[in-house]
């Protein structure tokens, strides 16, 4: 949703100023809606996003639920956090700590399949602290800043998509989240384009 919503919020974005070039907006926007389209088709993907609006609908009613159950998952993560806001409870005590939170507020399907909190920024803080914390803040919020001072949208809807999913899925948790990340911050930069471009037709 993060994805389809930033290329189609970039696409309606440069219409104006790439009114040349409407035909290719046009056609980017065109297929956008053709692969949600192709994406809803799935019974399955049509309750998740039903789901993510429909604010009377409860995790307990559906396990594997998104919204409702991520909600869930924060305020145990914040709870959590508050009594080790500073430095946080160490990368190899955060999910101990977390399934003590779980087991505390009976949040039974959380402790017994030990889910970290879907959510990098708390997953963050509750880690390593307020200075990770804001670590995390300012590191996303420099990827979009630059693209958007620089002119660089290719990192500009990059840092977007991934700050936005960082709020959802705990993105760094995992080996493949961490290199795609990073690869990409560090590549897509002005400057490295800059230089490959020169290598490429040297």
């Not at 402790?111 to 390593?128: A, M, R, V």
């Not at 995390?136 to 001072?149: D, K, N, Q, T, V």
């Not at 999913?165 to 493949?176: F, G, K, N, V």
Request: charged share 15%; no cysteine.
């Amino acid at each position: 949703m993060v994805l389809f919503a930033t290329a189609g919020a970039l696409t309606l974005f440069f219409a104006g100023p790439l009114s040349k070039q409407w035909k290719y907006w046009a056609m980017m926007f065109g297929l956008l809606v053709i692969a949600g389209a192709i994406i809803l088709s799935s019974a399955e993907n049509r309750l998740r996003f039903t789901e993510m609006f429909d604010f009377s609908s409860d995790y307990t009613e559906n396990k594997y639920g998104g919204r409702s159950i991520r909600i869930e998952k924060w305020k145990n993560t914040t709870q959590a956090w508050s009594e080790n806001w500073l430095l946080g409870v160490g990368s190899g005590d955060m999910q101990t700590e977390l399934n003590k939170t779980y087991q505390e507020n009976d949040f039974s399907i959380a402790y017994e399949n030990s889910f970290n909190p879907h959510n990098q920024y708390l997953q963050t803080g509750l880690t390593i602290g307020l200075l990770g914390f804001a670590i995390l803040i300012i590191w996303m919020g420099g990827l979009i800043a630059h693209g958007l001072i620089k002119k660089n949208w290719l990192l500009f809807a990059f840092g977007i998509i991934v700050s936005l999913s960082m709020i959802t899925e705990s993105m760094m948790e995992r080996h493949w989240g961490v290199v795609f990340i990073s690869f990409f911050s560090m590549i897509l930069f002005r400057e490295n384009f800059d230089y490959f471009r020169r290598e490429v037709n040297s």
